[in-house]
């Protein structure tokens, strides 16, 4: 079975800093997706970055990168200049693929202070 | 804008009586889930469908089931809520394939 972990229940970062968060995933499988969601309080969830397992190239989307680091199962989220709009849980996911469903982490807290 | 819709936002129903949550998608995604999150937690899988075809987890109570009479609607029942039902309740919806989920805006629950 596959498992997510994200180690860090709760952050908090300076508006305009840096931010990381951590996340590790078990699994057999050669071939997957990696997801980050964020969820803003009282809000929608939504897909921030996606990564493919196959492909080297970290993921990026605007001020979102990732760190994905296939053979230690690590895949870190990298917030730059972070606002405050960014303050959310945000969340680990793991995909197989086809239509398997997503496979969540427990989530951190982030919070950005003024 | 195509998008997933949860209906109602909140919902407060009484412990026992029966209580259905609606979600409709304008994505035409064949792919369509139920997740239960509690505070602070993950989502939980309950059931997911493929087209038609029904995927029930293992761990989701007999008290709980769905439907889903055409691509665009699915639907949460829960046949006789009890406090420990309270929660966000969240439909997502994806063209499989290692694609991302696009997810609706919960409907919260309370069992009073």
Known sequence: ?114 | DAMVIQNPRYQVTQFGKPVTLSCSQTLNHNVMYWYQQKSSQAPKLLFHYYDKDFNNEADTPDNFQSRRPNTSFCFLDIRSPGLGDAAMYLCATSRGGGRGYTFGSGTRLTVV
């Open chain 1, 1 to 114: 079975a596959q498992t997510v972990t994200q180690s860090q229940p709760e952050m908090s970062v300076q508006e305009a800093e840096t931010v990381t968060l951590s996340c590790t995933y078990d699994t057999s499988e050669s071939n997957y997706y990696l997801f980050w969601y964020k969820q803003p309080p009282s809000r929608q969830m939504i897909l921030v970055i996606r990564q493919e397992a196959y492909k080297q190239q970290n993921a990026t989307e605007n001020r979102f990168s990732v760190n994905f680091q296939k053979a230690a199962k690590s895949f870190s989220l990298k917030i730059s200049d972070s606002q405050l709009g960014d303050t959310a849980m945000y969340f680990c996911a793991f995909m197989i693929g086809g239509n398997t469903p997503l496979v969540f982490g427990k989530g951190t807290r982030l919070s950005v202070i003024a």
